[in-house]
């Protein structure tokens, strides 16, 4: 992917009246065109600097402006390329001018994503951080800011690009153990092998976990518990978050809506527990049953837990899948018509959970697959999840096949493989028709 040649301006604040407009100017003629339009600077301008704040005046060719320049030379600036900000009154007929006389000196207008684009070709950013930049400007609400900044500022990218060092020093001794003889000191020891694959596992499994949890606030489809009190919705969501909530035979121990991500063959889900179905005289309890119900509401999936000696009709009508729980210490009578989907289980034995994991990942992404509603946020994790589950598939087949004595170069072809997918997760291999499709979606200017 080669880095493009020309210079290109475009508006980076939204149009429209303001107090203020930014046109964004970047490429190899950034600092003559700067030259050519500003007039009456304090201090003089000068190209060679590597950062400089001048206030004068802009020259569009029809009069003058006020105008505040802020200059980054290349390669300490956002595209890595020389770039230059104008801040100018925002009135639209101004910053048209502006705009227009750029262009006139031999500016180019920029594509949707150019300046993005240019910085991700020339390695500021990975694929990954680009996505951050484009959920950041499209967040609707504080989860998805956090969400996206924690991607914008390379969270995932140090922890896969951590994977992806330990992997290639494990590529690397496999190559070199293959070319010696087991008595040569070029030869490495198995063990050895194996603490370098420890480690590699390690961090491929940190950049998952960081992935899950970055996403689960705002970009994950969520599916919510209910059942009446002891169904045994709290132990059900420990054992499959991971999670610690406190569980008791004493009824309305959970009062409070309990989050955490969950991890399915297809994808992964924000899943929800909250209080028991219980009517509420008033106070704090009837207050935690309507914010609940609300959540119910505002599910993707409704999960009805049903223990034993408990009547699944009084469940919500939301309910899209049957739980029946504690199958280790009774069984449940389902009245005659029931008809809903359902999956047994015992959270405490562990019976009956991958058959639930299985039953959910169907209900959420059989239909479609997964990030194809929800908005970008969850294309972007879909993407994201995709390359880490294959990366860490690959290696894990290599790791069985290691355990058993694959010959080395089998061992190292799957060590490769699961490099290839963290490539794939920086943007290095993604093909040309992926990208622009990505870049296109961003606003002019970004």
């Excluded at 355990?403 to 093909?431: I, K, N, Y």
Aim: aromatic share 4%; with cysteine.
């Amino acid at each position: 992917m080669a880095l493009a040649a020309g210079t290109i301006v475009a508006l980076a604040t939204p149009p429209g009246p303001a107090r203020r407009a930014i046109l964004r100017l970047s490429g190899p003629r950034a600092g003559e065109l700067v030259r050519a339009v500003l007039c009456d600077e304090a201090p003089r301008f000068e190209p060679s600097a590597a950062r400089a704040l001048c206030a004068g005046r802009f020259d569009d060719g029809r009069g003058r402006q006020p105008v505040e320049l802020y200059w980054m030379r290349g390669p300490r600036s956002y595209t890595r390329e020389d770039l230059a900000e104008f801040h100018l009154v925002g009135a639209a007929p101004l910053v048209r001018a502006a705009e227009q006389r750029l262009c006139a000196l031999g500016a180019e207008p920029a594509r949707p994503g150019e300046f993005t684009r240019r910085a991700f070709l020339s390695g500021r950013l990975d694929l990954s951080q680009a996505e951050g930049v484009l959920a950041l400007t499209r967040a609707t609400s504080e989860a998805e800011r956090v969400a996206a900044a924690g991607l914008l500022e390379g969270g995932l990218e140090r922890r896969a690009g951590a994977a992806r060092e330990r992997l290639l020093e494990l590529a690397t001794l496999c190559e070199a153990s293959l070319d010696f003889d087991e008595r040569e000191t070029g030869h490495v020891a198995r063990a050895e092998l194996a603490d370098r694959l420890a480690a590699a596992r390690a961090a491929l499994d940190e950049a998952a976990e960081f992935e899950l949890a970055r996403a689960a606030p705002g970009g994950l489809p969520r599916v919510v518990l209910v059942g009446a009190p002891n169904a045994g919705k709290s132990t059900l969501w420990n054992a499959l978050t991971g999670g610690r909530a406190l569980t008791s035979v004493l009824a309305g121990t959970t009062r409070d809506a309990l989050e955490g991500p969950w991890r399915l063959p297809g994808g992964a889900c924000l899943l929800v527990d909250g209080p028991g179905l219980e009517p509420a005289a008033g106070g704090p309890d009837a207050r935690a049953q309507e914010l609940f119900a609300r959540a119910r509401r505002a599910a993707d999936l409704v999960l009805g837990l049903v223990g034993p000696g408990q009547d699944p009709r009084a469940l919500p009508p939301e309910v899209g899948l049957l739980v029946l729980t504690q199958t280790d210490r009774g069984r449940v009578d389902l009245p005659a018509g029931e008809a809903r989907p359902l999956v047994q289980l015992s959270a405490r034995t562990g019976a009956g959970l991958s058959e639930l994991a299985r039953a959910v990942d169907a209900l959420l992404f059989a239909a479609a697959p997964p990030g194809a509603e929800g908005g970008l946020a969850r294309l972007v994790f879909a993407r994201h999840e995709d390359a880490l589950r294959r990366a860490s598939a690959a290696l894990a087949e290599a790791e069985q096949g290691f355990a058993q004595g694959l010959p080395l170069d089998l061992f190292s072809e799957g060590v490769r493989t699961a490099l290839a997918a963290l490539e794939d997760l920086a943007g290095r291999t993604t093909p040309e028709d992926v990208l622009e499709r990505l870049f296109a979606s961003f606003c002019l200017g970004k």
